[in-house]
């Protein structure tokens, strides 16, 4: 075993090959010469989903609610002004 560490522990750069970079001569991240992989989904990205889902879930509901009343709410008892001076 050759006591070389390799970046990003691929075989292929230990044949000599060489890892697939980005217009401009730059690594396909930062500038470090090699590929990585994309990030797996976690639990923050269901999290995400279920907030969104809960926001279009609650406006499908207001506007079923302002449907039934025509989207012509109105306040049951507008208070007096001279009542609030």
């Known amino acids: ?3 070389q560490r390799v ?3 691929s075989a292929a750069k ?3 090959r060489s890892a697939p970079r ?3 001569g730059r690594g396909a991240v930062g500038g470090r ?3 990585l992989a994309k990030p797996k989904n976690d ?3 269901g999290l995400l989903g279920v907030a969104l889902g809960s926001l279009l879930l609650g406006c499908l509901f207001l506007v ?3 449907a039934k009343h025509e989207f012509k ?3 049951a008892n507008p208070p007096a002004i001279s009542a609030m001076v």
């Open 14 to 16: 230990s044949k000599g």
């Open 7 to 9: 970046r990003g522990g």
């Open 22 to 24: 980005a217009a401009g």
């Open 33 to 35: 010469g090699y590929a």
């Open 43 to 45: 639990i923050y990205v």
């Open 1 to 3: 075993m050759s006591s």
């Open 64 to 66: 079923l609610y302002l």
């Open 73 to 75: 709410k109105a306040a």
